[in-house]
């Protein structure tokens, strides 16, 4: 693996398991080995880090919000969407742990987060009205609408929420916390739906809890 790749792998680790404010160019300098002139090579400051891994964050992202095109799209939609979307917060969660201090230092990368959430939105609202026009779904389009933006600020925020609301006794683990928010967006759009589609949106939610 090339030094440039290697630095962006170990940054997003220890961003990762540390949060981003406490890391330095040194820390991750360290972590690899390498001299700190080694680093300043490849990258001039912590920030142009940030604005690669946000670069691999949002083409993970666009590739998780397509939507299907060749067909209306189902409730296993729905749950792979969620899934995915979890997946890649998880995966770039020291992003979402910093957001608001992240985004104010960068105009650049708020603008395209402000994007992404709109895609997120978007995203739900196809796959909602695919639901709701192969009968799954009885829901009007502003119902879509509310639930489309509920489902976007529940996904940016709610490890956030977790973090805070678990206890010092019984932290449990992000991963955990991630899982119950694929469940708690899902228990949004329960009811909507009809009882086939609420029965199998019961299966897969048991799968999240257990």
Request: net charge neutral.
């Amino acid at each position: 693996m090339k030094t440039r790749d290697r630095i962006l792998q170990t940054s997003l680790q220890l961003f990762n398991e540390c949060g981003e404010p406490r890391i330095t160019t040194n820390h991750i300098a360290d972590e690899m080995d390498i001299s700190p002139g080694n680093l300043y090579y490849h990258f001039r400051n912590k920030d142009e880090i940030i604005a690669l891994l946000f670069q691999q964050f949002e083409r993970r992202m666009e590739t998780t919000l397509q939507v299907p095109e060749r067909r209306v799209p189902d409730m296993e939609d729905m749950w792979l969407y969620l899934h995915l979307v979890f997946e890649t917060i998880w995966e770039y969660r020291f992003l979402y742990r910093d957001l608001d201090n992240i985004l104010g230092r960068n105009k650049k990368l708020r603008t395209h987060f402000r994007r992404i959430l709109e895609r997120k939105m978007n995203t739900a609202t196809a796959i909602c009205q695919g639901l709701v026009e192969v009968g799954v779904m009885n829901a009007s389009r502003e119902n879509i609408a509310a639930l489309a933006r509920n489902i976007a600020v529940v996904a940016t925020y709610w490890l956030n929420f977790q973090s805070i609301r678990a206890s010092a006794a019984a932290p449990g683990s992000d991963s955990d916390h991630l899982a119950l928010g694929v469940y708690q967006v899902l228990s949004l759009v329960g009811p909507f739906l009809n009882d086939e589609a609420r029965r199998l949106l019961g299966q897969i939610s048991r799968e999240y809890l257990s």
